[in-house]
């Protein structure tokens, strides 16, 4: 799921996606992945594409926050968490500094 996860986003433009494998340090998820989009547009096309090729391959978000604000929403997949980001707030947040634990599955 990951790799799909990965290959669409970048079908869209993101940047910067960057996948952590978080499974042996947290019961949240097995892997968060985490980019950002250029406009509070972009970052709301990048969720919409990625919501609707998931459904089309038979994986449904479990839940969606940031949607409106489109700063930083969060789709979860259960064992996939997906953080897409504006570039200002996720260098604010910096994610990787905090999961840093994790092990870098892969830069994009």
Do not use: P
Request: proline share 0%.
């Amino acid at each position: 799921m990951v790799d799909k996860i990965v290959e669409i986003l970048d079908s869209k433009k993101a940047k910067d996606i960057n996948v952590i494998s978080i499974e042996n340090i947290s019961i949240l998820s097995d892997y968060f992945v985490i980019c950002n989009g250029t406009s509070s547009t972009h970052i709301k096309t990048l969720a919409d594409e990625l919501e609707e090729k998931m459904e089309e391959l038979g994986q449904r978000c479990i839940h969606k926050e940031g949607y409106n604000s489109a700063r930083w929403i969060l789709l979860d997949y259960g064992d996939v968490v997906v953080h897409i980001f504006h570039e200002e707030d996720r260098g604010f947040y910096n994610l990787e500094r905090l999961w840093a634990d994790g092990v870098l599955s892969y830069k994009v």
